[in-house]
């Protein structure tokens, strides 16, 4: 698939804080039964910056799939002079939106994935963990913990003992998502490398056993010799031969399909 096929078919505003506007980037499938599914990925980049570009590969198959995908915007520290609770912020304004606009986007309410890598996949996380942390001014009677959370190599502890300590000095634990688990939370999968140096594998495994401790459904894939962002696919990262891209959108198929999101079987080759 050439690169300029790997476009939005729209964009929609669903937030505007002081005097940034923050964008959804849609993805619409040809066909669909309506109302369908939707996805909501949010991008990495350590809460300072990055680009909803990353997931665009990962929309675009999916809404060859059927799926509503979207890319979402978030504030970050390099543009808006923000912090990783304004992320969490504007990421569970995000799943709130995508449901409030369900009839505009012809989705179902109750079918909305949170989905996301490094930073973004922390973010899609906080929105099934934090109650906290909402934009008074939305309409709090509209849930925004999603149905579903999906995460590639995701910060999991926000404390000395993982990544991002520094950025959220004096309030270590409080968006650090295994201090976060409780019970009676959505279906997770995960997806992350053995070989990480940014975001620790002990993270990932630890993690998933307070979840399952927890008696929620959590599945981890671990990739040996994997490092940071190596579910990435080659229209974001240019060195990638989309081997890892579809080994974990083939896993994403799967998950989704046993969810009742999708039908049929994957079209992608893992």
């Known amino acids: 698939m050439q ?7 729209k964009k929609i505003l669903y937030k505007v804080v002081d005097s940034d506007s923050l964008y959804l980037h849609v993805f619409e499938p040809e066909t669909i039964q309506k109302p369908t599914a939707a996805i909501v990925f949010f991008f990495g980049g350590g809460w300072t910056g990055g680009n909803p570009k990353q997931f665009y590969q990962q929309s675009k198959y999916l809404a060859s799939r059927g799926m509503l995908a979207i890319s979402a915007e ?9 912090t990783p609770f304004d992320a969490v912020e504007d990421a569970k304004s995000a799943i709130r939106k995508v449901r409030e606009f369900a009839p505009f986007l012809e989705i179902d309410p109750n079918k909305v994935v949170a989905a996301g890598g490094s930073a973004g996949g922390h973010l899609a996380i906080c929105t099934a963990l934090i109650e906290e942390l909402d934009n008074p001014d939305e309409n ?13 190599n995701p910060v999991f502890d926000t404390t000395e003992n993982g990544y991002g300590a520094k950025k959220v000095a004096g309030r270590e634990t409080e968006i650090s998502p295994c ?12 997806f ?6 940014t975001v620790p594998f002990e993270n990932a495994k630890r993690f998933n056993k307070l979840m399952q401790k927890a008696k929620n459904d959590s599945k ?5 010799d994997q490092g940071h962002g190596f579910f990435n ?3 974001f990262r240019k060195k990638s031969d989309d081997t890892f ?24 080759a893992n």
Not at 143 to 150: D, G, L, T, Y
Not at 220 to 224: D, E, S, T, V
């Open 140 to 152: 709090l009677k509209i849930s925004s913990i999603p149905n579903a959370v999906i995460g590639y």
């Open 179 to 190: 201090h976060q688990v409780k019970e009676n939370l959505p279906p997770m999968l995960l």
């Open 220 to 224: 981890l894939f671990a990739y040996k």
């Open 192 to 197: 992350h490398g053995k070989a990480d140096k």
């Open 233 to 235: 696919g080659s229209f």
């Open 245 to 268: 891209f579809n080994e974990t959108m083939y896993q994403t198929d799967l998950f989704l399909i046993k969810l009742g999101y999708l039908s049929s079987e994957p079209t992608i």
């Open 74 to 82: 978030y504030r970050v520290k390099n543009v808006h002079g923000t």
């Open 3 to 9: 690169s300029q096929e790997y476009q939005p078919t």
